[in-house]
């Protein structure tokens, strides 16, 4: 398991890298590396791990060789979260093991509660994992689950806006707002919407 191979995937402010040991039709197990590090924490421990396995290193957004979130955006645990998910959807994985080192089991430990059905182990490295208050835990799995889903499925649908007409743009932004006037939705029009050849 000495050899390795790079891997990028897209999002949509760049990509998220990885490394991986192993024969892709392995068992698949996800590495999160810590706080400030990098996908290079697991390169002494994983060819002492068990062969049969296919291990993805992952550098979060903004560590190893992964794009930094643009300008002025935070980190928050929850964005790591995401960035797990998206990695997952893009290896095509239904199922994992989940290992996480330190800041990485917290995200790790996130992730198994938002979604169980997804891990089928969950090994920590230095950490508690994740923990929360008994009385936040039904708010937690409904929100939040939900608002990375609806992201992910936003990003995937995103296609080349659509060019109208300006009467059949003002038409939809109507239709859209029952409340605004037809002299209202012109002029918010004049700022909202861009003229491209197509319409």
């Given at each position: 398991?000495?050899?390795?191979?790079?891997?990028?995937?897209?999002?949509?402010?760049?990509?998220?890298?990885?490394?991986?040991?192993?024969l892709s039709e392995g068992h698949p197990v996800l590495c999160l590396h810590g706080w400030l590090d990098n996908a290079?924490?697991?390169?002494?421990l994983i060819p002492l791990l068990p062969r049969g396995c296919y291990y993805v290193a992952m550098d979060f957004s903004?560590?190893?060789?992964?794009?930094?979130?643009?300008?002025?955006?935070?980190?928050?645990?929850?964005?790591?979260?995401?960035?797990?998910?998206?990695?997952?959807?893009?290896?095509?994985?239904?199922?994992?093991?989940?290992?996480?080192?330190?800041?990485?089991?917290?995200?790790?430990?996130?992730?198994?509660?938002?979604?169980?059905?997804?891990?089928?182990?969950?090994?920590?490295?230095?950490?508690?994992?994740?923990?929360?208050?008994?009385?936040?835990?039904?708010?937690?799995?409904?929100?939040?689950?939900?608002?990375?889903?609806?992201?992910?499925?936003?990003?995937?649908?995103?296609?080349?806006?659509?060019?109208?007409?300006?009467?059949?743009?003002?038409?939809?932004?109507?239709?859209?707002?029952?409340?605004?006037?037809?002299?209202?939705?012109?002029?918010?029009?004049?700022?909202?919407?861009?003229?491209?050849?197509?319409?």
């Amino acid at each position: 398991l000495g050899m390795f191979s790079e891997l990028k995937f897209p999002v949509p402010w760049g990509h998220v890298a990885a490394k991986a040991w192993g024969l892709s039709e392995g068992h698949p197990v996800l590495c999160l590396h810590g706080w400030l590090d990098n996908a290079n924490t697991f390169d002494k421990l994983i060819p002492l791990l068990p062969r049969g396995c296919y291990y993805v290193a992952m550098d979060f957004s903004g560590h190893g060789l992964s794009s930094h979130r643009p300008a002025g955006c935070p980190y928050h645990f929850l964005d790591y979260v995401t960035d797990v998910r998206r990695v997952a959807a893009a290896l095509q994985w239904r199922r994992f093991t989940l290992m996480g080192h330190s800041m990485g089991g917290a995200v790790a430990g996130m992730f198994c509660f938002l979604y169980p059905e997804m891990v089928d182990k969950l090994i920590l490295l230095e950490s508690l994992g994740f923990l929360l208050a008994p009385e936040d835990t039904e708010a937690w799995l409904k929100s939040k689950r939900r608002v990375i889903d609806r992201l992910l499925s936003l990003e995937a649908k995103q296609q080349t806006p659509k060019a109208r007409s300006p009467e059949a743009a003002l038409q939809r932004l109507l239709e859209a707002n029952s409340h605004l006037t037809a002299e209202g939705g012109a002029i918010l029009l004049q700022r909202g919407a861009t003229e491209t050849p197509a319409g």
